[in-house]
């Protein structure tokens, strides 16, 4: 506790001896003036110590704000901007909540929540097992388990994992995994080794691994420390494949591929702010290679691509691949009543482009009238596509026999995504909600997603599937939402606001 006391304290009271409030600027450096700075934590600090220092700190703004509460004149939010900070509170909190940070004035520090990018640490005897020190195809093959083991892990993946993300065909990856062994002789260095499909390779046992129920890492041998050390370093093989491929200028969908199906594992892994840049580039790759083109029925990977980075909207403010028009989405009338590993990502295509459609409409509005317009909407069409659109499978109706093991882990992740998605197309409105009574019903929208995501979260537990990074990312967000039920949580907006500055 002393030590996670003396960072909170600012560089200038522990010179000059005095106390410090331990507000972010505190009161002694506003008085005078001074730059208030904390010393920069040493990257082998205890994460418990960081998770105290956090607290204490976050309980010294509440405590500030409650202070001068009183002294906060009325608003009624009529003349309110909700692209302002504090119509951007509850993203604000989400960033906070993984350990992010979204602020300019936090870029040459790394965001506490993110995995570091030097994983290639000393292994006791002074000698380094990063590719610094040994050829990338050395390290590679170190990091392969036997045969056996992989064959193992690539299958959990096809048959309890792709069906969410479908970035890869099942069938011909497993040839091409038999051909690895059967010519390269499962050697990385092998001349018929592609790079690039090797980091589609990472990426498949990556997200196995990160994705396993404990009891399941457990029946293939890896103990928990391993199961999450031996994740993040697949994570990162990922990255190394793609670099000595040269991978940006000599472009293949493997890589694509590899990206698209590293979103399963990087958010449980810590490497949230590593997969936004590498979707970027894969992104960049695919519209070289005319992917783009393919509006009515996109690849698989492109397809997840598309999704991630439109559902990312409310964190970056934009979007990197240029979304549909409404006329290729509405022509489209196939809908995959048939459970295949293609239908759920094909239909939450559609739903993310909901999302982009949303932020265009309010990029083109002039008044908070309008604007809330398209938030009703955007809404309207959200709850039309999920309930006329919605394909057979993922219905409330009974479970066929014939149907896949991983149909009732879909119906969940859909009830848990779609409420998640109702929240997005408020969450600008969300602080106005308490002032202007004109936007009450984005309040009570809000808390009953929340409600819902966290009902289904609790029953997830229990159905033996996959472990999927949106059962604890939405969980956060419906925490989040959960105590705005009356207007008193005004003073949470606040709370939030002030930390952002």
Same mark, same amino acid.
């Given at each position: 506790?002393?030590?996670?006391?003396?960072?909170?304290?600012?560089?200038?009271?522990?010179?000059?001896?005095?106390?410090? &409030?331990?507000?972010?600027?505190?009161?002694?450096?506003?008085?005078?003036?001074?730059?208030?700075?904390?010393?920069?934590?040493?990257?082998?600090?205890?994460?418990?110590?960081?998770?105290?220092?956090?607290? %204490?700190?976050?309980?010294?703004?509440?405590? @500030?704000?409650?202070?001068?509460?009183?002294?906060?004149?009325?608003?009624?939010?009529?003349?309110? &901007?909700?692209?302002?900070?504090?119509? @951007?509170?509850?993203?604000?909190?989400?960033?906070?909540?993984?350990?992010?940070?979204?602020?300019? @004035?936090?870029?040459?520090?790394?965001?506490?929540?993110?995995?570091?990018?030097?994983?290639?640490?000393?292994?006791?005897?002074?000698?380094?097992?990063?590719?610094?020190?040994?050829?990338?195809?050395?390290?590679?093959?170190?990091?392969?388990?036997?045969?056996?083991?992989?064959?193992?892990?690539? +299958?959990?993946?096809?048959?309890?994992?792709?069906?969410?993300?479908?970035?890869?065909?099942?069938?011909?990856?497993? &040839?091409?995994?038999?051909?690895?062994?059967?010519?390269?002789?499962?050697?990385?260095?092998?001349? /018929?080794?592609?790079?690039?499909?090797?980091?589609?390779?990472?990426?498949?046992?990556?997200?196995?691994?990160?994705?396993?129920?404990?009891?399941?890492?457990?029946?293939?041998?890896?103990?928990?420390?391993?199961?999450? +050390?031996?994740? %993040?370093?697949?994570?990162?093989?990922?990255?190394?494949?793609?670099?000595?491929? &040269?991978?940006?200028?000599?472009?293949?969908?493997?890589?694509?591929?590899?990206?698209?199906?590293?979103?399963?594992?990087?958010?449980?892994?810590?490497?949230?702010?590593?997969?936004?840049?590498?979707?970027? /580039?894969?992104?960049?790759?695919?519209?070289?290679?005319?992917?783009?083109?393919?509006?009515?029925?996109?690849?698989?990977?492109?397809?997840?691509?598309?999704?991630?980075?439109?559902?990312?909207?409310?964190?970056?403010?934009?979007?990197?691949?240029?979304?549909?028009?409404?006329? @290729?989405?509405?022509?489209?009338?196939?809908?995959?009543?048939?459970?295949?590993? /293609?239908?759920?990502?094909?239909?939450?295509?559609?739903?993310?482009?909901?999302?982009?459609?949303?932020?265009?409409?309010?990029?083109?509005?002039?008044?908070?009238?309008?604007?809330?317009?398209?938030?009703?909407?955007?809404?309207?069409?959200?709850?039309?596509?999920?309930?006329?659109?919605?394909?057979?499978?993922?219905?409330?109706?009974?479970?066929?026999?014939?149907?896949?093991?991983?149909?009732?882990?879909?119906?969940?992740?859909?009830?848990? +995504?779609? /409420?998640?998605?109702?929240?997005?197309?408020?969450?600008?409105?969300?602080?106005?909600?308490?002032?202007?009574?004109?936007?009450?019903?984005?309040?009570?929208?809000?808390?009953?997603?929340?409600?819902?995501?966290?009902?289904?979260?609790?029953?997830?537990?229990?159905?033996?599937?996959?472990?999927?990074?949106?059962?604890?990312?939405?969980?956060?967000?419906?925490?989040?939402?959960?105590?705005?039920?009356?207007?008193? +949580?005004?003073?949470?907006?606040?709370?939030?606001?002030?930390?952002?500055?």
């Amino acid at each position: 506790m002393s030590a996670a006391r003396k960072r909170l304290a600012c560089v200038e009271c522990t010179r000059r001896k005095i106390r410090c &409030d331990k507000v972010v600027p505190c009161r002694n450096c506003t008085r005078r003036g001074t730059n208030c700075t904390r010393v920069k934590e040493n990257k082998h600090d205890s994460l418990v110590e960081r998770l105290q220092a956090r607290v %204490q700190q976050l309980e010294a703004t509440v405590q @500030d704000l409650s202070e001068r509460r009183l002294s906060v004149p009325p608003d009624d939010g009529i003349d309110a &901007d909700p692209d302002s900070e504090m119509g @951007d509170a509850a993203t604000i909190l989400e960033f906070l909540a993984w350990g992010r940070r979204k602020h300019p @004035d936090y870029c040459d520090d790394l965001s506490p929540g993110d995995v570091t990018a030097d994983l290639e640490q000393d292994n006791g005897r002074g000698q380094l097992l990063g590719p610094d020190r040994a050829s990338a195809e050395a390290y590679l093959r170190l990091l392969l388990p036997r045969r056996l083991l992989l064959e193992r892990l690539v +299958s959990f993946h096809c048959e309890r994992v792709l069906w969410y993300h479908n970035s890869f065909e099942s069938d011909c990856f497993q &040839d091409e995994v038999d051909t690895f062994y059967r010519v390269a002789q499962g050697q990385p260095g092998h001349s /018929s080794a592609d790079f690039q499909w090797l980091a589609l390779l990472f990426a498949v046992l990556c997200g196995a691994l990160a994705c396993a129920p404990r009891h399941q890492a457990q029946t293939w041998g890896f103990p928990a420390w391993e199961q999450t +050390s031996l994740a %993040q370093r697949w994570f990162k093989a990922v990255s190394t494949c793609l670099h000595h491929a &040269d991978y940006t200028a000599a472009h293949s969908p493997y890589a694509i591929q590899a990206v698209a199906t590293l979103t399963m594992s990087a958010h449980l892994l810590g490497f949230s702010n590593s997969l936004s840049v590498l979707i970027a /580039s894969a992104a960049r790759i695919g519209q070289c290679l005319g992917l783009q083109q393919r509006t009515r029925f996109p690849t698989g990977a492109w397809r997840q691509l598309c999704i991630q980075d439109w559902f990312s909207i409310p964190f970056f403010e934009s979007y990197i691949i240029s979304r549909p028009i409404r006329a @290729d989405i509405d022509a489209d009338e196939t809908r995959n009543d048939t459970p295949t590993r /293609s239908a759920y990502s094909h239909f939450f295509y559609k739903v993310a482009a909901v999302m982009s459609s949303l932020h265009d409409a309010m990029k083109s509005t002039h008044t908070l009238y309008t604007r809330y317009e398209q938030v009703l909407e955007h809404d309207r069409r959200l709850r039309m596509l999920a309930t006329q659109g919605l394909p057979r499978f993922l219905q409330n109706e009974p479970l066929q026999p014939d149907w896949p093991c991983y149909v009732p882990w879909a119906r969940r992740c859909l009830a848990i +995504s779609l /409420s998640h998605k109702v929240i997005m197309i408020h969450r600008k409105f969300l602080a106005l909600s308490f002032t202007n009574p004109v936007f009450v019903r984005t309040r009570r929208t809000c808390v009953a997603a929340a409600r819902t995501i966290i009902k289904e979260q609790k029953e997830a537990r229990q159905d033996g599937g996959p472990v999927l990074w949106i059962q604890q990312a939405f969980g956060v967000t419906a925490s989040v939402f959960l105590p705005f039920r009356s207007s008193n +949580s005004l003073l949470a907006c606040r709370f939030c606001t002030k930390i952002y500055d």
